[in-house]
């Protein structure tokens, strides 16, 4: 019984799941994301195809790194 209730005081200490500031990092994460993708169909210049991948990879690391955070 005594390991019980250390490994429910230790699971209630480390809810670190919860915690707001991953999921607005996600939000971001998710909105830079979409801009990039938008991007691709908004102009006609000609490196616009290699800049709205550019700031798709930067959506992607940022919502990665909130997801690693949520799951640590």
């Given at each position: 019984m005594e390991n019980l209730k250390e490994t429910y005081q230790k699971s209630a200490q480390d809810n670190n799941a919860n915690d707001i500031s991953h999921y607005k990092l996600m939000t971001i994460g998710i909105v830079?994301?979409?801009?990039?993708?938008?991007?691709?169909?908004?102009?006609?210049?000609?490196?616009?195809?290699?800049?709205?991948?550019?700031i798709f990879v930067i959506g992607i690391v940022i919502s990665v790194k909130a997801v690693l955070d949520v799951l640590k």
């Open positions: 830079v994301g979409l801009v990039g993708v938008m991007l691709r169909f908004a102009g006609t210049w000609e490196f616009i195809d290699m800049v709205s991948n550019i």
